[in-house]
């Protein structure tokens, strides 16, 4: 089955060499997808994996025409060149973590994959990324947009944005001081 041009949303976060890594994974976006739109970077606190360090999370989007399960199987095998083992599980940190949340308007099982992403929903390190810099865009299978999404959700979870470079350019920057905490 072709795809056809598809917009494809993917979550990345890294707990180990996070720099580095999330460098990384841009560069091989780029490379093998072309143009990128790119959320701010957010250092979060780990969820489900204890003593590691505070996770770096982003959101990323671009149109390609790659079937899921080939995208997924790309995905891994940068994952894997990391040095993520598949045997660790998922409550071990991670160089890299690469999760496809969408693909275009597809919903359920595709490929092994399961479209959307539930932690669309229910994690702010993907959420607030994705209301940020993809607000206007709707989830498939609710029908509203990022944003709206994003100005409902309950959820605690520590998440700041912080200044990160890529390429000599800053993709991201801290939020001025406020005293909005409800997110933070």
Request: charged share 20%; net charge negative; proline share 5%.
């Given at each position: 089955?072709?795809?056809?041009?598809?917009?494809?949303?993917?979550?990345?976060?890294?707990?180990?060499?996070?720099?580095?890594?999330?460098?990384?994974?841009?560069?091989?976006?780029?490379?093998?997808?072309?143009?990128?739109?790119?959320?701010?970077?957010?250092?979060?606190?780990?969820?489900?994996?204890?003593?590691?360090?505070?996770?770096?999370?982003?959101?990323?989007?671009?149109?390609?025409?790659?079937?899921?399960?080939?995208?997924?199987?790309?995905?891994?095998?940068?994952?894997?060149?990391t040095?993520?083992?598949?045997?660790?599980?998922?409550?071990?940190?991670?160089?890299?973590?690469?999760?496809?949340?969408?693909?275009?308007?597809?919903?359920?099982?595709?490929?092994?994959?399961t479209?959307?992403?539930?932690?669309?929903?229910?994690?702010?390190?993907?959420?607030?990324?994705?209301?940020?810099?993809?607000?206007?865009?709707?989830?498939?299978?609710?029908?509203?947009?990022y944003?709206?999404?994003?100005?409902?959700?309950?959820?605690?979870?520590?998440?700041?944005?912080?200044?990160?470079?890529?390429?000599?350019?800053?993709?991201?920057?801290?939020?001025?001081?406020?005293?909005?905490?409800?997110?933070?």
């Amino acid at each position: 089955m072709t795809a056809g041009r598809r917009r494809v949303l993917l979550g990345i976060g890294s707990n180990l060499q996070r720099e580095y890594h999330i460098a990384l994974a841009l560069d091989a976006l780029a490379h093998t997808y072309g143009e990128l739109d790119i959320s701010r970077v957010f250092e979060s606190e780990p969820v489900g994996v204890e003593g590691a360090n505070n996770f770096y999370n982003l959101v990323v989007g671009f149109y390609s025409d790659i079937e899921v399960g080939a995208l997924s199987q790309w995905a891994k095998q940068l994952e894997v060149a990391t040095g993520r083992r598949p045997e660790d599980g998922r409550a071990a940190p991670k160089h890299l973590d690469i999760d496809l949340l969408c693909v275009g308007d597809l919903r359920g099982v595709v490929s092994g994959i399961t479209l959307p992403r539930d932690e669309i929903l229910t994690s702010a390190f993907v959420l607030r990324p994705l209301a940020e810099s993809f607000g206007s865009e709707l989830h498939p299978v609710s029908g509203l947009s990022y944003a709206e999404l994003w100005r409902s959700f309950q959820a605690a979870q520590q998440l700041w944005p912080i200044h990160f470079d890529w390429k000599g350019i800053a993709i991201s920057r801290p939020d001025a001081p406020s005293t909005d905490k409800r997110h933070s």
